[in-house]
């Protein structure tokens, strides 16, 4: 009984949570170091090897939230990290800003109508819906955005690891397929379809594919927190 009430301690739980998902995340990244398929991505090894943990100690979702969400808090100041790729690509913009913000624009509208055409497609539920929406974007961004709009943001960060993983493998099967020339277009690809995956996908090609992925990924983020109010109401409509 004595270990049963220091396990659930909130500090203690904190603590051991904190430490089983950070140790595992390291775990899958030198296991897709070795391995590097996008089957053993860390973001699609990692919440696996926590749901066995989870489920051999027969804790629960609620108690391992509860102990992690300091990690989701601290994705809101990381935001701000992402002003440097856009001041370190400033030239870029420069010269490729109408073509970078179409490409945002399209592709947004794209993600978001077919995310919300296949929820519709299959019947899901309302909240659902609406967190599956932001689904393209990065974390920190997508979860405002969902937040925003009336969507569950625990459920849209799990669709948007979901996406990324899948969208890093469609995106070599594209390369393979559709032969891209230009650096701008390999970049622009893996940022919009993949967010993070997709920028380490396109840092493993060249640097500068890596740089524009980053950048396109952040644009993509701006652009949809700028307009979630938007997105909302228009939703509201449907």
């Known amino acids: 009984m004595v270990a049963l009430d220091i396990y659930y301690n909130p500090a203690i ?7 089983v998902t950070i140790g595992l995340y390291i775990v899958a990244k030198k ?3 070795f ?13 696996v090897l926590v749901m066995i943990v989870v489920l051999f100690l027969k804790s629960d979702y609620r108690h391992y939230i509860g ?7 601290i994705l809101g ?33 794209t993600a ?41 943001p625990d459920l849209t960060a799990i669709f948007v690891v979901l996406t990324g993983v899948f969208g890093g493998a ?29 920028v380490a996908t396109a840092h493993n090609i060249g640097r500068e594919e890596g740089s524009i992925a980053g950048l396109v990924m952040v644009l993509v983020g701006i652009v949809n927190v700028l307009l979630a109010p938007v997105i909302g ?3 509201s409509l449907t």
């Not at 400033?90 to 913000?101: C, D, E, G």
């Open 13 to 19: 739980q904190t603590i051991f949570w904190s430490v």
């Open 31 to 33: 296991i897709h170091r």
């Open 35 to 47: 391995y590097p398929t996008w089957l053993l991505a860390p973001l699609a090894v990692t919440p």
């Open 67 to 73: 102990a992690t969400h300091w990690l989701m808090l």
């Open 77 to 109: 100041p990381v935001t701000v990290a992402f002003a440097i790729p856009i001041w370190q690509e400033r030239q870029t913009i420069k010269h490729n800003w109408i073509i970078l913000f179409i490409g945002v624009f399209v592709g947004s509208l």
């Open 112 to 152: 978001m109508t077919s995310a919300w055409g296949l929820a519709r497609l299959f019947q899901l539920d309302h909240s659902l819906t609406l967190s599956l929406i932001p689904r393209s974007m990065s974390t920190p961004f997508a979860m405002t955005v969902s937040s925003d709009i009336g969507g569950v």
């Open 170 to 198: 469609l995106g070599e099967f594209i390369m393979k397929v559709m032969p891209l020339r230009s650096r701008l277009a390999k970049g622009a690809l893996f940022g919009m379809g993949a967010h993070g995956v997709g």
């Open 233 to 235: 109401w228009v939703l």
